[in-house]
Structure formats: structure tokens, C-alpha cells
């Protein structure tokens, strides 16, 4: 056919460098490839064969990517993000994978951790060979962190964990547990404190949580550390009170900017698609004007998020950006994502409610999208807070 894709409308390649874009193709390759075939399988089954393809995202170098030394590939704040979204393009779940491992928990040590911590996990980690999750959100505290119960005492020179952390990516097969958890080295949230728990440590343990009707292709659990015995050198030296969960938060959240944009793109495209071949009234769908006023305003906005996702790649590799300016950009491309995936759906009539279109699969998706790694809700005081000056969160 003669029509255009978004790219070429947008003319989005043009604010790419050529390294990026070669970096997005790959990454595009490999999950269309290696992932797109099973992926509605394991959502359908809640199994994913995480510790291979683990090796693999390991191999293809996104493990970590934006992180420089220790095995990881030192790429730029853009090039991440766009690995992030051709992965969410096939599913968030994978993507989740992804974000966790290098942004939550290779972050974390990468960032606030002590050269032994960083020896012994990163290279491990960028290769996929070992698995991380990262607990802050627990039963009774999700939005607001700093309520947190899980606690660290210490006992001598070790620190003794007890407490229960929920929603956790990837805890079950975690290999590596960035725990935060409060310690009286400090008075309140001041005293949070993060370590590094390897899951094979007595106590430890991480049930799965099943019946998820969202983000099946990713592993959830909770963590419950029952007297977990550490020794004093498990403890991240460099980060203190809540801002060191957050900075780590940002990392991921910044993906997800990416990323929601990619499961939006995914949806568009696969409905035009469809739109393209199915008749009805005898004659294309496409052919229709309330089709193509659909398939307009979404374009419009699957472009414009693009747009912002790599204004705020410009400003984060620039070293400049603001966690408020993440909000902006997860806010609005996680909220216009799904707002597409179902008017997507719609297009896809009663085909859009089976696994054999990836549409239901995104928009179920995308729910857990809009609520993790901050809330929009959050997101709304966030940026309030920034225009206004006024703290709304309670
Ligand atoms: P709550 O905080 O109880 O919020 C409930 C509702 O209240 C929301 O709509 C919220 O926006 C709203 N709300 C909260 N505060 C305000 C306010 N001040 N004003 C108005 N409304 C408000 N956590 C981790 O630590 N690690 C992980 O790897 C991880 N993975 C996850 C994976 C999945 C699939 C999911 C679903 C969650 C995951 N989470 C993880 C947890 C996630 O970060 C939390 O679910 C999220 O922070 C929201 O917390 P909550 O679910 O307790 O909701």
C-alpha cells in the first residue's frame, strides 16, 4: 500500500543519531524474533522462561545498558529508552524484566552501592546470569514509602532483616534482593537505609503472587525476611533516607516513558493493519471516516509522546533533568498508551478481546504500567507541586 508508517510521518528518525537508531533495530530485531512469537503463550500461561531469556537480553547488551564499567554497555540515556520501547512494543512485561534488572537493582548498587557489592553483582547481573529485584513497596505502603515497616537492627556487626515487601518484579527468581528498610541510624524516613540480600540467605524467602490479569509475562512476588542475618558490608554505603529508593525509581520511571509509547505504537499499528483488510458494509474498515478520525488523534498522540520521550532523552543525557520532568513524561505516555490500546480494541471489534492480537494483552498491560513506579495520581501532585508550590500529598 502507499500509506506512510508513524516513523515516516513524524519524520522521527531525523532526531536520532545513527548509532541510536542501529541500537533501536537491533533491539526491535530481537524482540520481534526472539520474543513476539511466545509472548501471548506465556501471558496466557503466566510463565516466563526468565532465567533464558534473561542470557539473552544479557547478551544483546540492554542488561544495565545506560551504566558505565562492570560488564555494562556505558550507553547513552536515549539509547536505553529506545530499547525500552521496542521491548514494551512486544510486551511490559519484558520490558519490566529489563527495567528492574538494570534500572532498580543494577542502578541501585551501581549508584549507592560499595566496589565489593559492585565487583561481586554487576558484571554477573549485566550478563543476565544473575537476576535482581528491588522491595521498597510493601503490604500496607505503596505511594507513600516512607510509612515502611520492614526494618534492620543491628546485632553486634550484623544487621538482622525482618519485614514483608508486595508487587515484587522478578522476586521469585532473584538471585539478588535490594531491600530498603528502616534502621535507627537516623530519626524517621531519614534512617531508611538499602542492602543488597542474596535470596539464598536463611530467611529469606519470595512467593509468587498469581491470578494477575495484568502483566502476566512477568514474575510477582512478595519478599518475607524472617530474621534475615547480614553481614555489615551489605549494606549500600552511599545512599541515605528515601531519596536513594527514589533516585533509583527515576531511572526506570524514565523507560517508561519510553516504553508506553512503544505498547501504544504496537496497538496503532496493529490496528491499522487490521483495519486495512477487514471488510465491513463491503468495504475496508480503513476506508471508513470514523476509522481514520481514530487512527488520526491516535497517531497525534503516539507521535507527540515520542517527541516528549526524547526531549527528555536529550535533557537526562544532558545530565539536566528533573525527577518532576520524568512525571511528565510517564504521566502522559502511560495514560495516552492505554487510552489507545482500548480505542485499538475497538477497532479490532471482537477480535480485539483474544490473545491473537497483542491489543487486549498491551491495554491489561498497561494498568499495572499506570500504577507502578508511581501512580498517575502521584504523578499529578508531582507536577501540582512543581507549577504550584503547594505539596498536596496529604
Ligand atoms: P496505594 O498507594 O494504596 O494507592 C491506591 C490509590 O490511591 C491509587 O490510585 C493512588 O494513586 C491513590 N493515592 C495515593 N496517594 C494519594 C494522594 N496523596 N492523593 C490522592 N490519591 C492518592 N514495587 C516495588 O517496590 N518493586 C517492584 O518491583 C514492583 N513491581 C510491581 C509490579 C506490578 C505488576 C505492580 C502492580 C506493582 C509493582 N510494585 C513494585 C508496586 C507499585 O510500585 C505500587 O503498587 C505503587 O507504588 C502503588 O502503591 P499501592 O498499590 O500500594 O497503591
Not at 527495567?99 to 565487583?119: N, P, T
Not at 526494618?151 to 527468581?173: P, Q
Not at 526506570?252 to 496503532?268: E, H, K, Q, S, T
Request: charged share 25%; with cysteine.
Amino acid at each position: 500500500s502507499n500509506a506512510q508508517s508513524l516513523t515516516q510521518l513524524f519524520a522521527l528518525d531525523s532526531l536520532l543519531e545513527q548509532e541510536e537508531i542501529d541500537i533501536r533495530d537491533t533491539v526491535r530485531k530481537f524482540g520481534n524474533e526472539r520474543i513476539r512469537p511466545h509472548v501471548a503463550q506465556w501471558f496466557e500461561e503466566a510463565k516466563l522462561p526468565a532465567r533464558e531469556l534473561a542470557k539473552e537480553l544479557g547478551q544483546l547488551g540492554v542488561l544495565g545498558m545506560h551504566l558505565d564499567g562492570y560488564g555494562c554497555a556505558g550507553m547513552s540515556a536515549t539509547a536505553y529508552g529506545l530499547a525500552c520501547l521496542e521491548l514494551e512494543a512486544v510486551d511490559s512485561g519484558i520490558r519490566s524484566l529489563v527495567s528492574v534488572q538494570g534500572s532498580l537493582a543494577m542502578f541501585s548498587i551501581h549508584h549507592w552501592g560499595s566496589e565489593e557489592q559492585k565487583q561481586e553483582w554487576l558484571p554477573r547481573m549485566a550478563a543476565g546470569e544473575a537476576i535482581g529485584c528491588f522491595g521498597l513497596t510493601e503490604p500496607d505502603f505503596g505511594s507513600n514509602p516512607a510509612g515502611m515497616r520492614t526494618n534492620a537492627k543491628r546485632d553486634g556487626d550484623d544487621w538482622i532483616l525482618n519485614g514483608t515487601k508486595m508487587w515484587i518484579t522478578n522476586g521469585s527468581i532473584a538471585d539478588v534482593a535490594v531491600v530498603w528498610a528502616q534502621t535507627d541510624l537516623e530519626e524517621g524516613s531519614k534512617g531508611i537505609r538499602g542492602f543488597v540480600v542474596p535470596t539464598d540467605t536463611p530467611g529469606f524467602s519470595a512467593p509468587e503472587i498469581h491470578s494477575k490479569l495484568s502483566l502476566r509475562a512477568s514474575v510477582t512476588s512478595e519478599l518475607v525476611l524472617d530474621g534475615v542475618r547480614l553481614p555489615s558490608s551489605a549494606m549500600m554505603p552511599k545512599a541515605k533516607g528515601l531519596r536513594g529508593p527514589l533516585t533509583s525509581l527515576g531511572e526506570a520511571r524514565f523507560g517508561i516513558v519510553f516504553g508506553a509509547i512503544g505498547a501504544a505504537r504496537d496497538c496503532l499499528e496493529t490496528a491499522i493493519e487490521y483495519s486495512q483488510s477487514r471488510e465491513v458494509f463491503d468495504k475496508p474498515l480503513a476506508g471508513y471516516q470514523l476509522t481514520q478520525a481514530k487512527i488520526a488523534d491516535m497517531a497525534l498522540e503516539v507521535g507527540k509522546g515520542h517527541l516528549l520521550a526524547y526531549h527528555l532523552g536529550r535533557i537526562k543525557d544532558r545530565g539536566e533533568i528533573a525527577p518532576e520532568q520524568v512525571s511528565l513524561g510517564k504521566l502522559n505516555n502511560v495514560r495516552e498508551a492505554i487510552a489507545i490500546a482500548r480505542e485499538c480494541r475497538t477497532i479490532l471489534g471482537a477480535n480485539g478481546i483474544t490473545l491473537e492480537y497483542p491489543v487486549i494483552r498491551h491495554a491489561n498491560n498497561l494498568e499495572s504500567v499506570l500504577t507502578y513506579e508511581g501512580t498517575s495520581e502521584v504523578h499529578q501532585l508531582t507536577i501540582g507541586k512543581a507549577l504550584t508550590g503547594e505539596a498536596a500529598f496529604r
